[in-house]
């Protein structure tokens, strides 16, 4: 009895090892957001330093850089736009699914929220 528990509590060990692994997403990626419009897919590109995070966002309307955070398999940013309504911070927070998916909710102030999802791309 004694060692099947100490053999459970081992794997169990193991096992948040391996989930609390190291996660760089360092890169660029494909990043599609899904509004009530439609979906809009543009480039974004990652530079992880330990925990922090910096974000450019490529689209038509130019690009954008933010910073933010990776803490496990947790990613957050935020972004700030100048509009002609003053400036406007938009949110992004998602879960590093694999090293090639992410997936998230953007909260985009009193124009509520939508889901997006960034695929690695590769060479």
Do not use: H
């Given at each position: 009895?004694r060692?099947?528990y ?9 096992s ?7 996660v760089n997403?360092?890169?660029?990626w ?6 009530p419009?439609?979906e809009?897919?543009?480039d974004?590109?990652?530079v992880?330093?330990?925990e922090k ?6 689209s ?7 910073e933010?955070?990776v803490?496990g398999?947790?990613?957050e ?13 938009i949110?992004?927070?998602g879960?590093i ?6 997936t998230?909710?953007v909260?985009?102030g ?13 060479s």
């Amino acid at each position: 009895m004694r060692k099947t528990y100490l053999l459970f509590l081992v794997l169990a060990l193991l096992s948040l090892t391996a989930l609390a692994k190291d996660v760089n997403v360092t890169g660029d990626w494909t990043f599609t957001i899904t509004t009530p419009q439609g979906e809009r897919t543009n480039d974004i590109t990652f530079v992880q330093d330990g925990e922090k995070l910096t974000v450019t966002m490529k689209s038509p309307r130019g690009e954008v850089t933010g910073e933010g955070t990776v803490k496990g398999n947790d990613i957050e940013w935020s972004i700030t736009r100048d509009t002609p309504r003053g400036q406007f911070t938009i949110t992004y927070k998602g879960k590093i699914q694999d090293e090639n998916t992410i997936t998230g909710e953007v909260e985009m102030g009193n124009f509520g929220t939508a889901s997006w999802k960034a695929v690695r791309k590769t060479s």
